[in-house]
């Protein structure tokens, strides 16, 4: 009778030790790269571009066009901004170089962005426009900064 409990216990130490071998790996999440010969200046601008003709949703709208700032900023800068929340975000932007009526103007639109995409605020086509020539401009802004 003592052999059949060797038996079950030898059986489940196999299957758990060739489950611990085979189990299937988690992919680990990439982090995005930064591509070699790739202008961040001109992918940014060629994007913005693509948003006004696709004319997405409103949300959808704010949320590529914060997308594309955040990207530049990081690819340009090498500021985490992709993980940062939007007033942490303006703490750090505040000491890259933009004139400061050119940051409060971009610091209010990544705010408004914000307030679409969260508090489901409904914004008017001159608040779309506004948002999107402050972060065009303040990313041409950038651009020329680093010249």
Known sequence: ??????????????????????????????????????????????????????????????????GIFRLYIYQRKGILSLQKTTDDLVLQLKDIGLPKDQFDKLSQALRLSDFVKFAKYVPTNDDDRNCFDEIKKSIMALEQSES
């Not at 010969?37 to 940014?44: F, L, Q, R």
């Open 1 to 66: 009778k003592q052999w059949w409990m060797y038996a079950f216990g030898g059986a489940l130490l196999l299957l758990l030790t060739i489950l611990y071998f085979f189990r299937k790996k988690k992919p680990v999440p990439a982090v995005p790269q930064i591509a070699a010969g790739i202008n961040p200046y001109e992918k940014a601008m060629k994007e913005l571009e693509q948003l006004l003709q696709l004319k997405p949703g409103v949300k959808e709208f704010h949320s590529r066009l914060t």
